[in-house]
């Protein structure tokens, strides 16, 4: 039960670190200043909502491990987030396609997980919800004005929306470890999500202009651990300062 | 960008019961784009609780060169300041 609540907060904390982290790699490369500071705002507020899953992960499993120690020494199997928030950023509508694709998913999903049963889980999603729900009003806000921009903005945002389509189902998959704690009440059972994300995500694409991507192939893999080949180039980034200097401290 | 964005002015209040204050300017394309940019740029560090965003062309502003015509005139005179009463000591805030 320990244990498997404890990979639980590990599947919800790792999407928002490799979110985070690849949206703080737009710190001062950002298309201009305001959606710069606004894509690390973002990258900041993820951040800070791993702090709390990654303390309370470090409670439960009860050991010398600190949030530190889960964030940057695990090895790149032991990393559970979705394929989806691992993508590079390769240009600034594929980074607003992956982030709104994701966005929708966390919305819903923090609605649910406000009803835990687990009240850490529960208030740390009644905190982060405020957060996402800006970050979902700012993607969507992108994805409509790229689909309904300029032809090139338009074909662009049509072009990440169909590449990244592909990530999306695995969002509703369980683990084994969110089957025991779904029926514990303390996780979300994604599977219920799914109908309502395609809706709200084809509202938004239609609103934007652009086609549902009809494709019914999909990846999937990172929630076993089994990643795409982007994410061990992040780790290694992410991971650099505590492998070159462990322990250091600023 | 080759084409900038329109330029905006950010007003915002940082206190309900204050004045919305200039903070500063930023670009945006829309009036809804420059209150986000705004939020993010400027209420990041719990600045403020509203903001106003008016495209910077919609503001007029005087001429420096104008400056000894529109305010030197006021600088002799004193008078209109209300400094010449004598205020009885029961009055107090004034």
Redesign the interface.
Known sequence: MKEQLYKYILGIADNSLILGQRMGELCGHG?????D??CT?ISLDLFGQVRSYYQYAAKIAGDNRTEDDIAMLRKEREYVNVLLVEQPNTDFAYIMARHFLFDMYHYMFLQELQKSQDLTLSAIATKSIKEVS?HL??SS?WIK?LGDGTEESHSRIKNSIDDLWTYTDELFHLTDADKVMVNEGVGVDVTKLKDTYYTKVSEILQEATLEVPESKYFQKGGKQGIHTEHLGYLLAELQYMQRAYPNMEW | ?KKN?PLWEVFVRSKNGLEHRHFGS????DA??AL??A???YT?RNEGVSIWVVESKHITASNPEHNGELFEPAQDKVYRHPTFYNLPDEIKHM
């Open positions: 298309p201009s200043l305001e959606t500071i606004a705002n800006y009003r700012f806000d004005r | 960008m964005w930023l670009h945006a394309v809804e784009m986000e940019n939020r993010d740029v990041r």
